[in-house]
């Protein structure tokens, strides 16, 4: 593993900067309980961090064409919502520190996510991070969502920065794919304990932001 000075940072944004991969699987597991299906039957947390088409998807080859995808992606709406409003969307651990050491060395950074903007606003918002990012790529802004590389590449691209001087943070194995196409460097932090802790062709696999950024200083420093 070798970290090069970098002259970008590009966040993914759920389960990375905010922790909010575990409220949308709560979300998803009541909407498929008020729809009569049994969650437990489908392995939700492995398609964790991919597009919302590539979720409807997945439901659709484990529960057959008449899977309702609209009224499920309405219970799940509702459900998270109600879920993030009783108790909020806390900020992963390490990010303020790296936040800091970016901002000491003057080093851009950008948030790039699967989520559409009016998602990715507002969970920013309930998180108190409304103002911390001034580049924002969404899900509505591209073609194709990750796995695909295009919202990592219209990130790097409003900062007027190569993609290859990027430094890429994931949390979601769709995510770490589609920095890899991207031509990025990622460093790989697992977000979900049922995760793999292997990350294919990731700079480096971390437990948290902390470390992270640890290992971003070094590269700076040297």
């Known amino acids: 593993m070798k970290l090069k000075a ?121 998180a108190g991070l409304s103002q911390v990012f001034s580049v924002i790529s969404c899900r509505d802004d591209v073609q194709h969502g990750k796995p695909r590389p295009d919202v990592f590449l219209a990130t790097a691209a409003k900062l007027a920065v190569s993609i290859e001087d990027c430094l890429i943070l994931e949390d979601s194995l769709p995510g770490l794919s589609a920095a890899v196409a991207a031509g990025a460097d990622c460093i790989y932090i697992p977000s979900q304990a049922t995760t793999t802790t292997t990350g294919p062709g990731a700079l480096a696999v971390v437990a948290d932001l902390e470390q992270a950024a640890d290992m971003l200083k070094m590269a700076l420093q040297a």
């Open 6 to 126: 970098y002259k970008a940072v590009i966040f993914d944004m759920d389960g990375l900067v905010l922790d909010t991969e575990t409220t949308y699987l709560h979300a998803w597991q009541q909407a498929l309980s008020a729809l009569a299906y049994n969650p437990a039957a489908v392995e939700l947390a492995a398609i964790s961090g991919a597009a919302f088409d590539s979720l409807e998807g997945y439901l659709l080859e484990q529960f057959g064409a008449d899977f309702d995808c609209q009224e499920f992606k309405q219970l799940s709406r509702h459900y998270w919502q109600l879920h993030v409003q009783n108790h909020g969307i806390p900020v992963k651990k390490g990010f303020y520190t790296l936040l800091e050491m970016l901002r000491n060395y003057q080093l851009p950074f950008g948030l790039a996510t699967n989520s559409k903007r009016r998602d990715a606003l507002y969970c920013l918002d309930l």
